[in-house]
Structures are given as C-alpha cells and as structure tokens.
C-alpha cells in the first residue's frame, strides 16, 4: 500500500509521491480550501471591507444556497450581519480604548500591588521573608472538592495541611 499523505486543508489522503503531491498542492481545490482556512483568522474589520465592496449573490438571496458557496465572488452577507460585525468591530475599538470602563477595579489593583510590595521590603528588611509567604499562601488556597473525593490521591496532590508546611530553618551551612 506504501506512505499516505493527509493534507489537513483539504481533509482527505492520497499515496504520497512526488507526483501525487506536487499535484495536489499546485491544484485549484487545495488552494481554495487553504485559503478558506486562513480566513476564518482574518480581523473583522476586513472582512466587512471586503463584503462591502461585493455586490450581492442573487442566488443566494433568493435560495438561501449558492453553488458556489465560500469561493463565491458575490457577497452571501445579509444588512443584519452586516450591522452585527459592525457592532462588533466597534465593541472591540471601545475594548482597545478603554480596557477597563470605570478605572477603579486598575487603580485598586496597583495599590494592591503597591501595599504588598512595601510589605514584602519590609519583611526583607526585618528577616521574616518565610512567614509574609506563609500568611499570602494561607489566603489564597482553595481546594477544589473534586480533589478530596479521589481515593489514594498522590502525595504531591494532597492539600497543604492547615497551619501550613513546617518550616525548618537551618542556620549552619555545610
């Protein structure tokens, strides 16, 4: 039976020769269904360009269907997707613009960074660099009850114990 080559764009597999596959990949289909994949990535607003420079598919408005289907030179886009995409290109200029619409909720976190960060040069100052982690660890651990219904859970799994893990302090190195 010999290698079989998959072309993902195509979705479908022939014997893998060098003929066999130059044809493929120099063929119409191939190209069309490639270039139907990387549009699905194109940004919004050019393809609402590009639809309003078509005309419209007198097919597909009367039929709902054309034969021609994704590789149709005619535009298969109604008024109201039209509108839709529009809408949506504006919601993420506005996204882009103002990321955050009352500013407090950035303001907030940047003095909670702000608060910490004096907290932890303090501590570095004083020497209680392992008990500022300890207490930051104790608030935000949540278990998730999934995990305690499972039998023989392995140890690297199990939840931290509620005072925390013993800490050893060695003072003599060597």
């Not at 003929?19 to 269904?33: C, D, E, S, T, Y």
């Amino acid at each position: 039976m010999g290698k079989r080559y998959y072309c993902d764009y195509c979705d479908r597999s022939f014997q893998d020769t060098l003929h066999n596959r130059k044809k493929h990949l120099n063929g119409v289909q191939h190209h069309r269904a490639k270039k139907a994949w990387f549009d699905n990535f194109r940004d919004a607003a050019t393809v609402l360009n590009e639809e309003r420079t078509k005309e419209h598919c007198r097919k597909f408005l009367q039929t709902g269907q054309c034969v021609f289907g994704a590789s149709c030179r005619f535009s298969h886009m109604s008024e109201r997707h039209m509108k839709l995409l529009e809408q949506k290109i504006d919601d993420e200029k506005r996204q882009k613009e103002n990321p955050d619409q009352d500013g407090s909720s950035t303001v907030r976190s940047i003095d909670e960074w702000l608060s910490r960060r004096e907290k932890k040069l303090a501590a570095l100052t004083s020497g209680r660099v392992l008990k500022m982690e300890e207490e930051e660890c104790g608030e935000n651990i949540e278990i998730p009850p999934y995990l305690l219904s499972i039998p023989d859970l392995p140890p690297s799994l199990h939840p931290p114990p509620t005072g925390g893990w013993r800490v050893t302090q060695h003072n003599e190195w060597g």
